[in-house]
């Protein structure tokens, strides 16, 4: 269904291929702990904000240091910050640990010389090794792909993106139990074969997501063998974005404009300049957040966090355990 790949495809993933996938199955945290702390520099990316959360609270137990964490729980002005001191890091060649959820999947440039993903689809999984290896300062680099064992790491099974992850977890599966390199375009042209199998054919006709994928690899971007997995993966999603957008006050700036808000009515300037500021919540999270009067409302769906102590400088915004931590990206 997805078409013939360009005739070339082999080549160049010949000539980018700079990591190796490898599955090592479900694994205790304590063992995932003792496989990450022993490294300088390594990426962790999981499914969801609460595995983030948990995942970095047990790594950051005795010391912060060197330990970064990415998420929607961030507003944007943070989540560029703390990029950067990735980044920096980075380069430097200093001690770089960092947590992610998919977000850092999303055009975020960075380059680790080890990614541990759990595991999710193949069109994802491929996107993390993009993160891994990209200046091709190793020979060879590993994306380690895992599960938890932990049953208080596990997706709620009776969420819908727990079933659009076991979807695509099933068909990756079934792809890596037939291809010894699940990144060759022999087996994503499987993967995507089996998706779309799967999928409302009118639904992806409407998105161009057919077409988009029968045009084959990116040829522009040379340093990218893979599709343009990034939009079109934005396309597969199938949670709407019914969402809530808490203001917080991450720093002076955003102090200052808040303030504005006291004293001159709601409007298209403000709204720009609060964007960066703004925590994206789904329903449930932002009704907790009412339930302790902890936002005020400014007009539907924007409201402001009152207290900055709600607001974490490594972690974003704080949704306790006892109020349900989001089972979502």
């Given at each position: 269904?997805?078409?013939?790949?360009?005739?070339?495809i082999?080549?160049?993933y010949n000539?980018?291929?700079?990591?190796?996938?490898?599955?090592?199955?479900?694994?205790?945290v304590d063992?995932l702990l003792?496989r990450i702390?022993?490294?300088?520099?390594?990426?962790?990316i999981?499914?969801t904000?609460?595995?983030?959360n948990?995942l970095?609270?047990?790594?950051?137990?005795e010391?912060?240091e060197?330990?970064?964490?990415?998420?929607?729980y961030?507003?944007?002005a943070?989540r560029?910050?703390?990029?950067?001191?990735i980044?920096?890091?980075?380069?430097?060649?200093?001690?770089c640990?960092?947590?992610s959820?998919?977000?850092?999947?999303a055009?975020v440039d960075?380059d680790?010389?080890?990614v541990?993903?759990?595991m999710c689809g193949l069109?994802?999984?491929?996107?993390?090794?993009?993160?891994?290896?990209r200046?091709?300062?190793?020979?060879?680099a590993?994306?380690?792909v895992?599960?938890?064992?932990?049953n208080?790491y596990?997706?709620?099974?009776k969420?819908?993106?727990?079933?659009?992850?076991?979807?695509?977890?099933?068909?990756?599966?079934?792809?890596?139990?037939?291809y010894n390199?699940v990144?060759?375009p022999?087996a994503?042209?499987e993967?995507?074969?089996i998706l779309?199998?799967?999928?409302?054919g009118s639904?992806?006709?409407k998105k161009?997501?057919?077409?988009?994928l029968?045009?084959?690899?990116?040829?522009?971007?040379?340093?990218d063998?893979?599709?343009d997995?990034e939009?079109i993966?934005?396309?597969?999603?199938?949670i709407d974005?019914?969402?809530?957008?808490?203001?917080?006050k991450?720093?002076?700036n955003?102090?200052k404009i808040?303030h504005?808000?006291?004293?001159?009515?709601f409007?298209?300037?403000?709204?720009?300049?609060?964007?960066?500021?703004?925590?994206?919540?789904?329903?449930?999270e932002?009704?907790?957040?009412?339930?302790?009067?902890a936002v005020?409302?400014?007009?539907?769906?924007?409201?402001?966090?009152?207290?900055?102590?709600?607001?974490s400088?490594?972690?974003?915004?704080i949704?306790?355990?006892?109020l349900?931590?989001?089972?979502?990206i």
């Amino acid at each position: 269904m997805c078409g013939e790949i360009c005739g070339n495809i082999k080549e160049l993933y010949n000539s980018f291929n700079r990591t190796k996938i490898q599955f090592i199955g479900t694994i205790k945290v304590d063992e995932l702990l003792s496989r990450i702390t022993v490294e300088h520099q390594c990426l962790i990316i999981v499914n969801t904000k609460k595995q983030a959360n948990k995942l970095f609270e047990r790594l950051t137990k005795e010391s912060k240091e060197g330990f970064y964490y990415l998420s929607t729980y961030m507003c944007p002005a943070h989540r560029l910050d703390v990029i950067g001191e990735i980044k920096r890091k980075l380069k430097d060649g200093e001690k770089c640990i960092v947590v992610s959820t998919t977000l850092i999947e999303a055009g975020v440039d960075v380059d680790f010389p080890v990614v541990y993903r759990v595991m999710c689809g193949l069109d994802s999984i491929i996107q993390s090794a993009g993160r891994c290896n990209r200046e091709r300062k190793y020979d060879v680099a590993y994306v380690f792909v895992f599960d938890f064992e932990e049953n208080d790491y596990k997706l709620n099974s009776k969420s819908a993106y727990a079933n659009y992850l076991n979807q695509r977890r099933s068909i990756t599966e079934i792809v890596a139990s037939k291809y010894n390199d699940v990144s060759s375009p022999e087996a994503i042209k499987e993967y995507f074969d089996i998706l779309f199998t799967n999928m409302d054919g009118s639904e992806l006709d409407k998105k161009s997501i057919i077409k988009r994928l029968n045009k084959g690899y990116n040829l522009s971007m040379p340093k990218d063998f893979i599709f343009d997995f990034e939009d079109i993966a934005d396309d597969f999603k199938i949670i709407d974005n019914n969402t809530y957008s808490v203001i917080v006050k991450y720093d002076q700036n955003a102090i200052k404009i808040i303030h504005e808000l006291e004293y001159v009515a709601f409007n298209k300037d403000l709204l720009r300049k609060l964007q960066k500021y703004a925590v994206n919540l789904y329903k449930h999270e932002y009704i907790k957040l009412k339930q302790i009067n902890a936002v005020k409302d400014y007009g539907e769906n924007i409201s402001i966090l009152i207290n900055p102590e709600d607001y974490s400088k490594e972690t974003g915004i704080i949704i306790i355990d006892e109020l349900g931590i989001a089972e979502f990206i």
